[in-house]
């Protein structure tokens, strides 16, 4: 398996505009999270799913990011508008129960 | 609420052991783990211990639980230059869904 996959890898946008990133989870996996990692604040849990249902996005910063899983196989989370307080690196993660699988994270700039 | 607490830094010598400590406060969790984050990397999963066990071994690895007083440590044995990372205790409810960081040990390795 080619394990979690995000893109883009690397984003640099302008203040204000809608950034939109995206995961691949593991086959078979049915819980997908979404973190986010900077230096002031750690990873943050912001939202996960369970067969493709929203559990607790309580960690979801505001109402600018929203997530989707709208299938097994794919989930996006968006910030809209973006602003450069945004900036970290974004984390996918999935698993079957217990241990969690990241994949190589989105490290967002934006300016 | 659930918290995870781990010292920021550690510093060894190539072949010395290192030792990572973590405190833990849900008393019910079910799993423990440690991931290890390389530079511009996603976490790893690296071992993970179940809260009836007190030990586990793997490789140069050595878990510790200590379910009492609610303590975790992972020890590195023969630490190389390559252990250099970041190290993260982490714990999962019952559910199974909703897993709790620490804030990460950064581990130095000097040649």
Redesign the interface.
Known sequence: DAG?IQSPRHEVTEMGQEVTLRCKPISGHN?L?WYRQTMMR??E?LI?F?NNVP??DSGMPEDRFSAKMPNASFSTLKIQPSEPRDSAVY?C?SSS?????????TRLLVL | GEDVEQSLFLSVREGDSSVINCTYTDSSST?L?W?KQEPG?????LT?IFSNMDMKQDQRLTVLLNKKDKHLSLRIADTQTGDSAIY?CAE?DTG????I?G??TRLFVKA
């Open positions: 979690v819980s999270f750690g990873l849990l996960y369970n559990i607790d984390f993660a129960g217990g241990s969690q699988y990241f994949g190589p994270g | 799993y783990y991931y990397a996603g976490l790893q999963l993970y993260f999962t199974g869904f909703k897993t960081f804030a990460g």
